[in-house]
């Protein structure tokens, strides 16, 4: 979210959720952040793309989050 977005470097890791895969973390490390945010239902949201570091092969590819949390400095 646009209130996130400052915190979040390429680098950095990150514990995620997907909905399609209840109950599950996984950790991840920021590649990217794209530069234009889209904005949907008033909800300012910038594209991060993450490397997933612990796929355990629930993951799919096109697969999207729900949430990704806990972004740490490396």
């Known amino acids: 979210a646009e209130v996130d977005i400052a915190k979040i470097k ?13 109950g599950k973390t996984y950790n991840a490390k920021v590649l990217s952040i794209g530069p234009v945010a889209t904005v949907t239902q008033g909800v300012v949201n910038y594209p991060v793309t993450i490397s997933i570091t612990d796929n355990d092969g629930s993951i799919k590819p096109g697969m999207t989050t729900m949430q ?5 400095e490396d």
């Open 10 to 22: 390429a680098g950095q890791t990150a514990q995620m959720t997907m909905d399609a895969l209840t």
């Open 68 to 72: 990704i949390d806990d972004f740490c």
